[in-house]
């Protein structure tokens, strides 16, 4: 199984920035990509911004040009850089990693709030 667990959440002003990580653990082996998805309250899950295994990105439009995601091997770690943060990013962050064998795992999420 593999572990993932979720860091950098907390309160930030519209306008201000915020850094995620999310560590993975266990059988870390074949994981194919990793993604950030977010909830926010009475909103369905959505897919935020994804990196594969060969380092390509791709990004929600509503966050394209503001947010980034990155990677460190050696950490087994996937981090999310959220710039110029506006209200309607307030949401639960969950971090994801998917299997070559499409099997999938999540972390317990952390919390954004943006608010002034």
């Known amino acids: 199984q593999v572990q993932l667990v979720e860091s950098g959440g907390g309160l930030v002003q519209p306008g201000g920035s915020l850094s995620l990580s999310c560590a993975a653990s266990?059988?870390?082996?074949?994981?194919?990509?990793m993604a950030w998805f977010r909830q926010a309250s009475g909103k369905e899950r959505e897919l935020v911004a994804s990196?594969?295994?060969?380092?390509?990105?791709n990004y929600a439009d509503s966050v394209k040009g503001r947010f980034t995601i990155s990677r460190d091997n050696a950490k087994n770690t996937v981090y999310l850089q959220m710039n110029s943060l506006k209200p309607e990013d307030t949401a639960v962050y969950l971090c994801?990693?998917?299997?070559?064998?499409?099997?999938?795992?999540w972390g317990q999420g952390t919390q954004v709030t943006v608010s002034s």
């Open positions: 266990g059988s870390i082996a074949g994981i194919a990509a």
């Open positions: 994801n990693a998917r299997k070559f064998d499409a099997r999938q795992y």
């Open positions: 990196i594969t295994r060969g380092g390509s990105t």
